[in-house]
């Protein structure tokens, strides 16, 4: 089989999912009208924030990632977001299929805290596939990998990985804390006998004398 092109049309949440999850949908091109009979593909996503522009209330909230902003045209690089897997079924020529994005609101990861800290617009994205492609030819299976080189580039909208967030975690995320530190979150928020989480923060960074 000659090379195989893939390429992003879109992307929306998934509203059937268990956890937070995106959907690539891709169109995948066999050149020639060749059959394929199944597909193993995997497909490493990056995030590309060098190619687009950042309001001042961006720029602050992406200071832990990339420093202050006159530092930017070094420390703005490309970074991995997820590795994703998936099958697709037998077609001829060309097919579109799903491709799951399983996403996280743990702000210990980089592309968690990024995402999070983008008020609206677009959010470019580049998918490097791998994995192998299986077909019939002269009566026998075979088997071959997908080119290296292989790849699709991707505006993702703001909103649609916002919706996917909220339609599990609506205006809230998650901090990973150590058992040490959620003990005496605990023993504070009983001693001065706070309702919930939200008062115990906000309580700790009224003292700290933050707005």
């Known amino acids: 089989m000659t090379e195989l092109s893939i390429s992003v049309l879109g992307s929306q949440p998934d509203p059937y999912a268990a956890v937070?999850?995106?959907?690539?949908?891709?169109?995948?091109?066999?050149p020639e009208g060749e059959?394929?009979?199944a597909m193993v593909l995997k497909a490493q996503i990056r995030i590309e924030p060098q190619r687009r522009r950042y309001s001042a209330e961006e720029e602050a909230?992406?200071?832990?990632?990339?420093?202050?902003?006159?530092?930017w045209g070094e420390t703005l690089r490309p970074f991995l977001w997820t590795h994703v897997t998936t099958t697709v079924a037998e077609f001829t020529g060309h097919t579109e299929v799903d491709l799951p994005v399983p996403c996280t609101y743990d702000f210990?990861?980089?592309?968690?805290?990024?995402?999070?800290?983008?008020g609206d617009g677009e959010i470019p994205i580049v998918v490097l596939f791998s994995g192998t492609v299986f077909s019939y030819r002269d009566g026998g299976l075979v088997v071959q990998p997908i080119a290296w080189h292989v790849e699709a580039e991707h505006l993702l909208p703001v909103h649609v990985w916002r919706s996917t967030m909220d339609a599990f975690f609506p205006n809230s995320g998650w901090i990973r804390l150590r058992t040490e530190t959620i003990d005496a979150l605990t023993r504070f928020k009983a001693d001065r006998a706070l309702v919930s989480w939200e008062d115990t923060v906000e309580l700790l960074l009224k003292e700290a004398g933050e707005p």
């Open 108 to 118: 210990d990861v980089a592309a968690a805290k990024y995402l999070h800290s983008i």
């Open 61 to 71: 909230r992406l200071v832990e990632l990339f420093g202050e902003a006159p530092r």
């Open 35 to 37: 059959p394929v009979h």
């Open 20 to 30: 937070p999850t995106l959907l690539l949908r891709l169109r995948i091109e066999a």
